[in-house]
C-alpha cells in the first residue's frame, strides 16, 4: 500500500473541543495523497469514545461508507479496522480518480464530534497513441511540427529532447538540447532533421514515461566519388568508394568498367556483380539516409582499368559519378589485339626469332578487302570476350587514298631523281 501523507490543505475542521473527563474527542486528520490503482488508508484517532460508533461520510452526495466496521456502501473496495478502538483507519483499494474528495470521521454525540480529510488521487503520466505521431514522413522543404500530448493528475509536462544528443533543429542563436510544450515546431526540414525524438511526461508522480517520434524526410539521391581517379598496380588490389545520400534509401550499384576517352571497348558499362574477384559493400554511416558504397577489385588485371560509374536511384531520382581505375605503371589498360596477331606473336616469342616491341593493343589491322578482324580481349571478370568487327575503311584511311599517287604516274620522288642525273654537254661545232 503505497500512500503519501500531505500537510493539511483546505481542510473543513470542526469547532475545537476543550479536553475534559469523559469528553469524547476526534483529533485533527490528515489529508492523503494515493497513486491510482494503489490503496488509501485515511486515520481517524479518538480519546474517550467508550460505547460510542464511528462513522465514515463520503462529502459527495453525503453518502455514509460505513459504521465501526460495518461497511454500509455497496462498494466493495471500501473496508474499516481499528486499533484497540481508538485509532480507526478508512481503507479503499485500487483507488480511482473518481474517489478524490473529502472524507469525514464522525462520532455520534449529542453536538456531532467530526474532523474531515481531503483524499487526492494522482495518476501517473500517460502518452496514448491516439492522436499522437508515432513516425512522420516529410518531404525536403516541407514544414513539420511534431505533436505529443499526454494526460494525468496533475496534468503533466512535456519535454522534447533528440535521440542523438544532438541540439533540436529549431530556430535559436544558441543550440537547444530540450523544449517543453506538447508541440515541437521545426519548420522548414532538411534531411540532416531526420532522427528520432523523444517527448518525455512528468507530473512529479514516478514513474515518468516517454514516446518516440520518428522523422524521416525524403530527398532524391545524392552520389560523389571519394576519389575520381584511383592508380594501382597490377596483381594488387584497389578499391573505390562512393559516398551515397538518399531516402528513401533505393538501389545503389557499380557499373563498368568503361574505357577511357580515346578507347573503344566491346561491352560498354555492364552492372556489376560481385564475384571471386569483385566485392561490392554497402556500408552504413552515422545517419541512416548516408551509405559509402564500395568496390574492391582483388588482384588487377589490365581488362580491370578504365571508368568506374557508381549510381543510386530511389522514387525521387538517379544519381551517379564515376571514379577511373589507372595503371600505376602508366601502361595503357585494356589488352586488345587481334586474334590473329596474337597467334603470330604467341609463335614467333617461343621460337625466340622475333624481338619486335609490342604493338598498340587498341590499333586494328587492316585485312584483306571484305575481310574482318576479331577483337579478343584477355581473361577479365570470368571468361574470354572476343567480338567479330567488319573492317570498314575509315574517313583517314579514304584521304590517305586520294593523296596517294596513281600507277604508272610520277611522283615527285621520281622527279627529284632525274633532276639528280648530270646532263651530258653538247657541244656543236660549226664549219665555216
Same mark, same amino acid.
Given at each position: 500500500?503505497?500512500?503519501?501523507?500531505?500537510?493539511?490543505?483546505?481542510?473543513?475542521?470542526?469547532?475545537?473541543?476543550?479536553?475534559?473527563?469523559?469528553?469524547?474527542?476526534?483529533?485533527?486528520?490528515?489529508?492523503? #495523497?494515493?497513486?491510482?490503482?494503489?490503496?488509501?488508508?485515511?486515520?481517524?484517532?479518538?480519546?474517550?469514545?467508550?460505547?460510542?460508533?464511528?462513522?465514515?461520510?463520503?462529502?459527495?452526495?453525503?453518502?455514509?461508507?460505513?459504521?465501526?466496521?460495518?461497511?454500509?456502501?455497496?462498494?466493495?473496495?471500501?473496508?474499516?479496522?481499528?486499533?484497540?478502538?481508538? #485509532?480507526?483507519?478508512?481503507?479503499?483499494?485500487?483507488?480511482?480518480?473518481?474517489?478524490?474528495?473529502?472524507?469525514?470521521?464522525?462520532?455520534?454525540?449529542?453536538?456531532?464530534?467530526?474532523?474531515?480529510?481531503?483524499?487526492?488521487?494522482?495518476?501517473?503520466?500517460?502518452?496514448?497513441?491516439?492522436?499522437?505521431?508515432?513516425?512522420?514522413?516529410?518531404?525536403?522543404?516541407?514544414?513539420?511540427?511534431?505533436?505529443?500530448?499526454?494526460?494525468?493528475?496533475?496534468?503533466?509536462?512535456?519535454? &522534447? /529532447?533528440?535521440?542523438?544528443?544532438?541540439?533540436?533543429?529549431?530556430?535559436?542563436?544558441?543550440?537547444?538540447?530540450?523544449?517543453?510544450?506538447? /508541440?515541437?515546431?521545426?519548420?522548414?526540414?532538411?534531411?540532416?532533421?531526420?532522427?528520432?525524438?523523444?517527448?518525455?511526461?512528468?507530473?512529479? &508522480?514516478?514513474?515518468?514515461?516517454?514516446?518516440?517520434?520518428?522523422?524521416?524526410?525524403?530527398?532524391?539521391?545524392?552520389?560523389?566519388?571519394? !576519389?575520381?581517379?584511383?592508380?594501382?598496380?597490377?596483381?594488387?588490389?584497389?578499391?573505390?568508394?562512393?559516398?551515397?545520400?538518399?531516402?528513401?534509401?533505393?538501389?545503389?550499384? &557499380?557499373?563498368?568498367?568503361?574505357?577511357?576517352?580515346?578507347?573503344?571497348?566491346?561491352?560498354?558499362?555492364?552492372?556489376?556483380?560481385?564475384?571471386? !574477384?569483385?566485392?561490392?559493400?554497402?556500408?552504413?554511416?552515422?545517419?541512416?539516409?548516408?551509405?559509402?558504397?564500395?568496390?574492391?577489385?582483388?588482384?588487377?588485371?589490365?581488362?580491370?582499368?578504365? !571508368?568506374?560509374?557508381?549510381?543510386?536511384?530511389?522514387?525521387?531520382?538517379?544519381?551517379?559519378?564515376?571514379?577511373?581505375?589507372?595503371?600505376?605503371?602508366?601502361?595503357?589498360?585494356?589488352?586488345?589485339?587481334?586474334?590473329?596477331?596474337?597467334?603470330?606473336?604467341?609463335?614467333?616469342?617461343?621460337?625466340?626469332?622475333?624481338?619486335?616491341?609490342?604493338?598498340?593493343?587498341? !590499333?586494328?589491322?587492316?585485312?584483306?578487302?571484305?575481310?574482318?578482324? #576479331?577483337?579478343?580481349?584477355?581473361?577479365?571478370?570470368?571468361?574470354?570476350?572476343?567480338?567479330?568487327?567488319?573492317?570498314?575503311?575509315?574517313?583517314?584511311?579514304?584521304?590517305?587514298?586520294?593523296?596517294?599517287?596513281?600507277?604508272?604516274?610520277?611522283?615527285? #620522288?621520281?622527279?627529284?631523281?632525274?633532276?639528280?642525273?648530270?646532263?651530258?654537254?653538247?657541244?656543236?661545232?660549226?664549219?665555216?
Amino acid at each position: 500500500m503505497a500512500v503519501v501523507l500531505g500537510t493539511a490543505r483546505g481542510a473543513l475542521a470542526s469547532r475545537g473541543m476543550e479536553h475534559s473527563q469523559g469528553l469524547v474527542i476526534v483529533e485533527k486528520m490528515e489529508n492523503v #495523497t494515493a497513486l491510482a490503482a494503489r490503496s488509501a488508508k485515511i486515520t481517524c484517532r479518538t480519546t474517550n469514545l467508550a460505547d460510542r460508533k464511528v462513522a465514515w461520510i463520503r462529502r459527495t452526495g453525503a453518502a455514509v461508507l460505513a459504521v465501526h466496521t460495518t461497511r454500509i456502501s455497496p462498494d466493495t473496495r471500501i473496508r474499516v479496522t481499528h486499533e484497540n478502538g481508538r #485509532t480507526w483507519h478508512l481503507h479503499i483499494d485500487s483507488v480511482r480518480p473518481a474517489d478524490q474528495d473529502w472524507y469525514t470521521c464522525q462520532v455520534n454525540t449529542p453536538n456531532v464530534t467530526q474532523q474531515h480529510a481531503f483524499l487526492e488521487v494522482t495518476v501517473p503520466p500517460d502518452i496514448s497513441s491516439d492522436g499522437n505521431m508515432s513516425e512522420v514522413t516529410a518531404f525536403e522543404g516541407e514544414n513539420v511540427t511534431l505533436i505529443c500530448r499526454a494526460s494525468g493528475v496533475p496534468q503533466p509536462n512535456v519535454t &522534447w /529532447r533528440r535521440e542523438d544528443d544532438l541540439p533540436l533543429p529549431v530556430h535559436s542563436p544558441t543550440p537547444v538540447y530540450t523544449m517543453g510544450g506538447s /508541440r515541437l515546431e521545426l519548420g522548414v526540414v532538411r534531411r540532416h532533421f531526420s532522427s528520432d525524438y523523444y517527448c518525455i511526461a512528468s507530473n512529479g &508522480w514516478p514513474p515518468a514515461v516517454s514516446k518516440r517520434v520518428q522523422l524521416r524526410v525524403n530527398f532524391a539521391p545524392e552520389v560523389r566519388a571519394a !576519389r575520381r581517379v584511383v592508380t594501382a598496380v597490377r596483381g594488387q588490389n584497389a578499391s573505390l568508394e562512393c559516398a551515397v545520400e538518399a531516402w528513401p534509401r533505393g538501389l545503389c550499384y &557499380w557499373s563498368g568498367p568503361q574505357p577511357a576517352a580515346g578507347r573503344w571497348s566491346p561491352r560498354p558499362g555492364a552492372v556489376l556483380q560481385g564475384g571471386d !574477384r569483385l566485392r561490392i559493400g554497402l556500408l552504413a554511416a552515422a545517419a541512416h539516409y548516408r551509405r559509402r558504397l564500395v568496390l574492391t577489385v582483388h588482384s588487377v588485371a589490365g581488362t580491370d582499368f578504365g !571508368r568506374y560509374r557508381c549510381a543510386c536511384e530511389n522514387p525521387l531520382g538517379e544519381a551517379h559519378d564515376t571514379v577511373e581505375l589507372r595503371d600505376q605503371s602508366g601502361r595503357r589498360g585494356g589488352s586488345f589485339s587481334s586474334s590473329s596477331s596474337s597467334s603470330s606473336s604467341s609463335s614467333g616469342s617461343s621460337s625466340g626469332s622475333s624481338s619486335r616491341p609490342p604493338s598498340d593493343p587498341y !590499333r586494328r589491322r587492316r585485312p584483306e578487302p571484305g575481310g574482318s578482324t #576479331t577483337l579478343s580481349r584477355g581473361t577479365g571478370y570470368g571468361g574470354t570476350f572476343q567480338e567479330r568487327v567488319p573492317y570498314s575503311q575509315t574517313e583517314d584511311e579514304s584521304a590517305a587514298e586520294e593523296r596517294r599517287p596513281a600507277a604508272g604516274a610520277p611522283g615527285i #620522288t621520281s622527279l627529284l631523281h632525274l633532276l639528280a642525273v648530270p646532263i651530258l654537254p653538247v657541244i656543236l661545232h660549226c664549219t665555216t
